[in-house]
């Protein structure tokens, strides 16, 4: 059951108005806290995937079907965050539940090759044909490693141009310079949706740049589209230079059939995807020009190695086969992202009527709110947005029924329909009425 909240004086602050709703999650999460306090004895934060973390304690979530989702003390939640673009089939989708089943008949891990690996492979080169072959990964991390390992064999270059802003993974991120944790390749760091200025960069560099990896829109970086005009001047100036375009296609394939690349008309060397394409189990896959791949061919002399013990487990590749093909048809693909829209497009109107201090920015199905009503075009302009309006929307969302990711991330998935839809934008209407000036411009 949704908690139900209570209505506030408008003249509440904000720093009480946020210590009231933190209170009321903690009081109403026992059993979510609990489980917390003990896995934080085995575990660093209670923790084994950073961005789940959030004070007081994270949600323990018990069980998901359709658009729902419960947690441990019994509350029910409709799913906006549909596991950060990976969840795009909703919990439990019977065909897919039943290609695993199948699968497993014949037993999960086979030390050989299967009848599905291939079967896959064709079904991602033709939705995706700039992919001419593809190999498969556990993770979207380990396919971008594998995609910048490719480029710098195939060019003999070491430099890679990333983006400040940019996450390709958990040992590539990449804030103004690259975390603690990011692999220490020589990486030349761009700004964003400013083609002048990478082109600079490009030009300096040009002789020894292997590769140019980005995010047709920056994902984790708050859902901030690559201008169009952006992304094909990279291309132009990867062309000119000899270096390995390679668009991170993790979360935006889903954007359309064939991936934001076919939205644009943008044709990069290499592709690399994951989240939802093995059906919601664990995937990965980096593919792209016959000549660049080719390099793995293990029957060539000097061939890369491409290890995995998972790379081709038979659950990721039943329920990949299964989604791509009875449950996410173009059509499911073209709806869902239209949904999406008219549902951003809904809450910014709201916002902008309410002079609200909040915008969802993003493209089709996957979006973020933001608490500011600035334009947002690159990662720096998220420095005007304020923390506290972000988190105090969470909790109210949280304890309306609505789950989406604490830092604003929300991924439609195909069982979220208009109902559910509605029944958001009448959340954030409901809070914008409550908290009056606290969310003001
Ligand atoms: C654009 C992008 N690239 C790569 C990754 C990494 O994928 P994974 O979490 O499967 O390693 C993500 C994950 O969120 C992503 O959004």
Redesign the pocket.
């Known amino acids: 059951m949704p908690i139900s909240p209570r209505r506030q004086e408008s003249n509440v602050s904000m720093a009480a108005a946020l210590a009231e709703a933190r209170a009321a999650y903690d009081a109403a999460n026992p059993e979510s806290r609990a489980r917390f306090e003990a896995a934080a004895r085995v575990m660093p934060g209670g923790n084994t995937r950073s961005v789940l973390f959030y004070e007081p304690f994270p949600l323990c979530i018990a069980r998901g079907e359709g658009p729902r989702l419960t947690d441990v003390d019994g509350h029910g939640y409709v799913d906006f965050l549909g596991e ?3 969840g795009i089939f909703g919990h439990s989708n019977p065909i897919i539940r039943a290609a695993i089943d199948r699968a497993l008949d014949d037993g999960i891990n086979l030390a050989g090759h299967n009848r599905l690996e291939a079967e896959l492979a064709e079904i991602v080169c033709r939705r995706f044909p700039a992919i001419e072959q593809v190999r498969f990964t ?7 490693l594998l995609a910048l390992a490719a480029a710098m064999a195939h060019t003999g270059r070491r430099k890679i141009l990333v983006f400040k802003g ?5 040992v ?1 991120v990449f804030g103004d310079v690259p975390s603690p944790v990011t692999v220490p390749h020589d990486f030349v760091l761009a700004p964003y949706n400013d083609l002048s200025g990478t082109e600079a960069l490009i030009d300096a560099h040009g002789p020894s740049l292997a590769a140019i990896l980005v ?1 047709p829109m920056l ?2 970086g708050g859902c901030i589209p690559g201008e169009p005009a952006f992304l094909a001047g990279l291309r132009d100036a990867a062309t000119r230079h000899g270096a390995v375009l390679i668009f ?5 394939s889903r954007l359309s059939p064939g991936g934001r690349q076919a939205e644009l008309g943008i044709v990069p060397d290499m592709t ?1 995807l ?2 939802y394409i093995g059906g919601g189990a ?3 896959a980096f593919g792209g020009k016959a000549e660049i791949m080719a390099r793995f061919d293990p029957r060539r002399p000097g061939a890369l190695s491409h290890a995995g013990t998972f790379n081709n487990n038979v659950i990721s590749m039943a329920a990949g086969i299964a989604g791509m093909t009875k449950v996410l048809t173009p059509n499911a693909i073209t709806a869902l992202n239209a949904r999406g829209t008219a549902l951003r497009d809904a809450l910014n109107a709201l916002f902008r009527e309410r002079d609200a201090r909040l915008q969802v920015t993003g493209l089709g199905s996957i979006m973020s709110v933001h608490a500011t009503h600035r334009p947002i075009r690159a990662p720096q302009d998220l420095a005007a947005a304020d923390p506290d309006i972000k988190d105090l929307v969470f909790f109210d969302l949280i304890a309306r029924g609505f789950y989406i990711a604490r830092r604003g991330l929300m991924a439609l998935s195909l069982p979220i329909g208009n109902a559910e839809t509605a029944g958001l934008i009448a959340a954030f209407d409901d809070i914008l009425a409550v908290r009056g000036p606290l969310l003001a411009r």
């Open positions: 950060f673009t990976a556990n993770s979207g991390t380990e396919a971008n940019a996450y390709h993974g958990g590539l995010e994902g984790a991170d296609e993790v979360m935006t690399t994951g989240k664990s995937f990965g």
